[in-house]
């Protein structure tokens, strides 16, 4: 395997046009009418879905398309949930939010289904809080008909400001095992569900008082702070992958734990709109991308099952928030596209298990971020790494071999990709001019610069003063934690710049 040249940080800068640059449009369920009988209903799905799947490949390169779902079942279980959905959640990894979110799904969910929908970027303790903003801001301004919000199972350190840094990438590989599980964001995501300003006839929410409700079974959350991340894993998730780190859970014992703890709801077929006297919010999402952590993360408790394995969710299910609001969780499954499906690799959209060639995408990867680095390995004589020659050095480092005593290459190309999906080597795609220039700095900036105004206003504190570290210093503790990361700003951000 021929040596790789590192490309600039700007490789790592996407945009929709970069990664779409053509949309392939997702299976819509066959027109239909009461009169049909179930098998005619059927039949028609399966000729329609067959079409097109044919007109699929007969219209791009078979090499050239994405690893995508080809069960129609699967299909069919979004169809469902879209179809009776109110309100439509799209989960997407920060890691690389635009290579989860379809631009087809995105356009016939508002414009043609006219239905609301709320983005929710997960796993935001993986990445720095600068890295989170501009994706906000760039999803602002390409999709204005959306509503954003964060969330994470476990707290953001923000020590870190700059998720770039070969220092940084160093210190993920060691994440601490004992990790305090507090889910951060689900107070946003339920005022995001009420800003949308849903209404229906026959249906009265009260948002404020559920809200509140989820604050006094944070508080309770709060007490599990010595819950290490292993005990977190056996307790919200059925692995199917076998781990040094997380043992699994009997897959019978956990479908008993889940029944005794909620009533879960089947959705009926017959169902296929909206309910009358029910607000139904559907969660929809590439598989490993936390759908089921934020359900049991809004619960507090394990109601349905995840996994580490893309495509563990294989049926759907509705669990009641409230007497009138239901959580509707569908399969994770991948929509057709033209993404390298090396990439996918990487980003968790196909199972590690099942790939056969990992080299290319640790090329892909090591091209990116200074993989030897991050791994501490073995500088070599010539100093030209490949793909081949970091997976032989790191299975070395890990004592990999086979039982010819040769460095087991192939197992360690793996370990390294599932570090990767675990978060534990980061692979951060950023919007476009992160790297080139100051336009998501200088707005993190200016509005940080606005909330410190509001907030000392509030406290009764003196806005004319000149020096904000000594604004800051006045502030109450709740008020410096919000607004913590503004000094390290100051640090990278000169006010002369513009």
């Known amino acids: 395997m021929k040596a790789f040249t590192r490309l600039p940080s700007t490789a790592l800068e996407v945009s929709v046009n970069d990664i779409y640059t053509t949309v392939i449009d997702f299976p819509k369920r066959p027109s239909w009418h009461y009169g049909m009988t179930k098998e005619e209903l059927e039949s028609n799905e399966e000729h329609y879905f067959r079409q097109w799947l044919d007109d699929v490949y007969n219209k791009y390169p078979r090499e050239e398309l994405s690893f995508f ?9 979004l ?5 009776i959905s109110d309100i439509i959640l799209i989960v997407v990894d920060i890691r690389h939010p635009l290579l989860h979110f379809p631009p087809s ?3 016939y969910v508002v414009k043609d289904m006219k239905r609301k929908m709320v983005l929710v970027f997960n796993k935001v ?3 720095a809080e600068h890295t989170v903003y501009s994706w906000t801001k760039y999803f602002e301004e390409q999709f204005p008909e959306i509503s954003i919000v964060e969330f994470s199972c476990y707290p953001r350190d923000n020590r870190f400001v700059d998720d770039t840094s070969t220092a940084f990438l160093q210190k993920r590989t060691k994440r601490p095992k004992k990790r305090r599980y507090q889910a951060l964001g689900i107070k946003e995501l339920l005022l995001a569900c009420k800003n949308t300003n849903l209404v229906k006839q026959d249906v009265e929410v009260n948002w404020t008082e559920l809200i509140e409700q989820y604050n006094r079974n944070a508080t309770v959350c709060d ?3 010595d819950i290490t991340e292993e005990e977190v894993e056996k307790i919200d998730a059925i692995q199917e992958e076998s781990s040094s780190d997380v043992e699994s859970l009997d897959a019978e014992e956990n479908i008993k734990q889940i029944e005794n703890q909620l009533k879960v709801v089947n959705i009926n077929n017959i169902e296929t709109s909206p309910h009358k006297t029910l607000i139904t919010i559907g969660l929809v999402g590439h598989p490993n991308v936390g759908k089921s952590s934020l359900i049991n993360s809004i619960f507090g408790k394990v109601v349905v099952s995840t996994s580490r394995t893309p495509g563990h969710t294989n049926h759907f299910q509705t669990i009641h928030l409230s007497k009138n609001i239901r959580l509707c969780d569908s399969p994770g499954l991948v929509f057709p596209s033209l993404l390298l499906k090396q990439l996918q690799i990487l980003l968790g959209m196909y199972p590690i298990a099942q790939v056969q060639e990992p080299y290319s995408s640790i090329q892909y990867m090591a091209e990116r971020i200074p993989l030897e680095s991050i791994l501490k390995l073995k500088t070599l004589e010539n100093n030209e790494w490949s793909a081949w ?4 050095a790191f299975a070395i480092k890990q004592k990999y071999y086979t039982k010819a005593s040769r460095p087991d290459v192939y197992r360690a190309a793996n370990a390294i990709l599932r570090l ?3 978060g534990r080597i980061l692979l951060s795609f950023k919007p476009p001019e992160f790297f080139t220039s100051l336009k998501y700095l200088i707005a993190q900036k200016n509005e940080i610069d606005l909330q410190i105004k509001v907030e000392s206003k509030k406290m009764g504190i003196n806005t004319k003063k000149t020096d904000k570290k000594e604004i800051f210093e006045e502030l109450n503790s709740q008020s410096k934690q919000q607004l913590g990361g503004y000094f390290e700003l100051l640090i990278n951000y000169n006010d002369d710049k513009n």
């Not at 779902?69 to 299909?75: A, F, G, K, P, S």
């Open 389 to 392: 020659n970091i997976c032989e």
């Open 223 to 225: 007490n599990l702070d």
């Open 69 to 77: 779902e080809h069960n129609l079942d699967v299909w069919r279980q």
């Open 125 to 127: 303790d993986l990445v």
């Open 420 to 422: 990767v999906n675990d």
């Open 105 to 107: 799904l995105y356009n």
């Open 79 to 83: 169809w469902r949930v879209l179809e």
